[in-house]
């Protein structure tokens, strides 16, 4: 599996926008596994499941969950072994924890991620 780390979230207010990241090892393994592989962010609210929010192939295809379509945008950076997220129109049900891992993920591990919050 490649490693990658997630950054960029924050509080938020409702209506408005935040755009985590997440970077790969450079490495020539992770950058070879990169560039080959579907990536997604996922989410995980305090009482829901972990959900697949926006999926992107190697080619750049995307996929998203019914709940973000039109407001969120995934985007990938295979030189760069980055992936992002823009997301506009916040609302208060995006508050989750947000990760980046490949597609599907089999790993057990999740880290940390990185927390978006949608408050007034």
């Known amino acids: 599996q490649v490693q990658l780390v997630e950054s960029g979230g924050g509080l938020v207010h409702p209506g408005g926008s935040q755009s985590p990241s997440c970077a790969a090892s450079?490495?020539?393994?992770?950058?070879?596994?990169?560039?080959?592989?579907?990536l997604g962010w996922y989410r995980q609210a305090p009482v829901n499941q972990r959900e697949l929010v926006a999926a992107?192939?190697?080619?750049?295809?995307?996929n998203y969950t019914d709940s973000v379509k039109g407001r969120f945008t995934i985007s990938r950076d295979n030189a760069r072994t980055m992936v992002y997220l823009q997301m506009n129109n916040l609302k208060p049900e995006d508050t989750a924890v947000y990760y980046c891992?490949?597609?599907?993920?089999?790993?057990?591990?999740w880290g940390q991620g990185t927390q978006v919050t949608v408050s007034s």
């Open positions: 891992k490949t597609v599907p993920y089999t790993g057990r591990y």
């Open positions: 992107i192939s190697p080619d750049g295809s995307t």
């Open positions: 450079r490495n020539i393994f992770a950058i070879t596994v990169f560039s080959i592989k579907d």
